[in-house]
């Protein structure tokens, strides 16, 4: 369950031991925050919408450079 503040209320998260920040958050269900909504305390909300994941991992560029010297070359110590 998503909920957030009512304007200009400050409710304190039972759970997390802070307040709920004014853009809301998820929270546990419970006797608690039922109670905070039918006060109009808090206002359940829609959960927002999460990025879509990329379809696979990332990948290095084109254009990457390896972090690693060749094998059979020699580093000179100048």
């Known amino acids: ?3 957030k503040p ?5 409710i304190p998260d039972p759970e997390l031991r802070d307040y709920l ?3 809301g ?6 006797e608690y925050w039922t109670r905070r909504i039918s006060e109009g305390d808090v206002k ?3 959960p927002p919408e999460e990025p879509a994941p990329e379809a696979a991992g990332p990948q290095a560029d084109a254009g990457s450079v390896p ?12």
């Open 67 to 78: 972090t690693t010297a060749p094998r059979g070359t020699a580093r000179s110590k100048e």
């Open 21 to 23: 920040p004014k853009e």
């Open 44 to 46: 359940e909300i829609s």
């Open 1 to 3: 369950m998503h909920v």
């Open 6 to 10: 009512a304007r200009g209320m400050q």
């Open 25 to 30: 958050r998820k929270v546990t269900p419970s």
